[in-house]
């Protein structure tokens, strides 16, 4: 058997009648000896195993065809675990310093190594081969993985400058790390949610909260359709939609969830809260829907907090702006009114708890005074945005008293 390889190994596993190797064939044939499995090792890191198995066809003029892109992401899956089968009895070291030394001649798996990143399967590749090479491995090694990765691309120094310059100064970089965090570590194919919560909190956790917001928005936030820049003024200029907003929310629900253990729901109400001025303070309707998107769970602790430091009329203000996203996105109005019945549960007096219900319909009072003006002054664009305005927040304000109505009737009938 031993001769036979080295016939295979010296014509790149193709050349010999009655046999054609795939990747997979010689992950299994790897598994026959430790004899084999040497062999294997060094063939892989000369050039000719480099060029039989390193695989770079990861551009494309157009997007790639599903199945074009499944084939090199699967060979380079099956490469991942040909690489931890070779290396099953190496040190996790010495097993990082092997496979940086065979995929080191692949620019494309570099966090700037790739000209045209938005057109390339590269990461990609890398992040699924990452994927199956440390499926298995223990938290102290997945470490020891994660810190290997940013000291070779010097990342802890690029998301530094990206976290501390102006927003949008260095869009290129930010790109680059977003692509790279989001292929590489937290979106491969197939991964689980425990993963990529661990990969999540590495990124994440050395750096303080204002920076973590920040990056959270680099790596999750919306992007232009036209270039994949982060979009940085895209809460603050006005209502956006939920596909804006969807990747954030994501985020907040895998570190509030339980496979996130290093995040308390302390940590991730204090992020959202420094998210919501990134890179200035978002307008309340979109902080309203991302609240909406993350789940009940997340809304109430981050409302409940509201209510227990005291900050009434903001709270308020935020559950207007509530009841107002149920309105536009056709959310039942119900879990709105239901939502602030279990907030008013919190307050620990009966005068704090009318107090906020007194600012909740001072709120509704003064969003319908303030969007009238704008229709009778005649400020309207192309959408006529000031008369929708005003429609949404009309029938936004009768629905949730509609559904409080309903709720109060329901109560009484039911207790007579």
Known sequence: SVYLLKTLLSRGFRSVPGFAFAVKDISTLSMVS????????????????????????????????????????????????????????????????????????????????????????????????LQILTAGWDELECHRVFNFLWELGNLARKVQTVVSSKPGSARRLELRIRLFCRAVLLFSPGSRRSDSAFWLTRILKPWPMVNQARLLYIIFGPVSSRDGHVVWQKMIEGPT??????????????????????????DVISLVDELSVVPQEWLMENNARLLLLSGNSICFTFLASKAVNGRAVELARLMVFMALVCEKDLYCMDWAVKMMQKVCKVFSTALERNNFLQCLENTFAHMLMDTLQAVLAGERDEEDSSFLNLFHLVNAQANFHKEILYMAMGDNSSST
Not at 55 to 74: C, K, N, T, V, W
Request: hydrophobic share 35%; glycine share 10%; net charge positive.
């Open 241 to 266: 939609d939920e596909s804006s907003l969807k990747g954030l929310a994501d985020a907040i629900k895998l570190l509030y969830g339980t496979e996130a253990r290093e995040w308390t729901a302390d």
């Open 34 to 129: 430790k004899t084999i499995s040497g062999l294997l090792v060094h063939y892989i890191s000369t050039s000719a195993g480099s060029r039989r198995l390193l695989l770079q066809d990861f551009h494309r003029p157009e997007p790639p065809a599903p199945r074009g892109g499944a084939s090199i992401l699967e060979h380079y899956r099956a490469l991942g675990l040909l690489l931890k089968r070779c290396t099953l009895l190496l040190p996790t070291r010495d097993r990082l310093k092997y496979v940086h030394k065979v995929l080191s001649g692949v620019s494309c798996f570099k966090l700037n190594g790739c000209a045209s990143p938005l057109h390339c399967l590269g990461l990609q590749c890398y992040g699924v081969f």
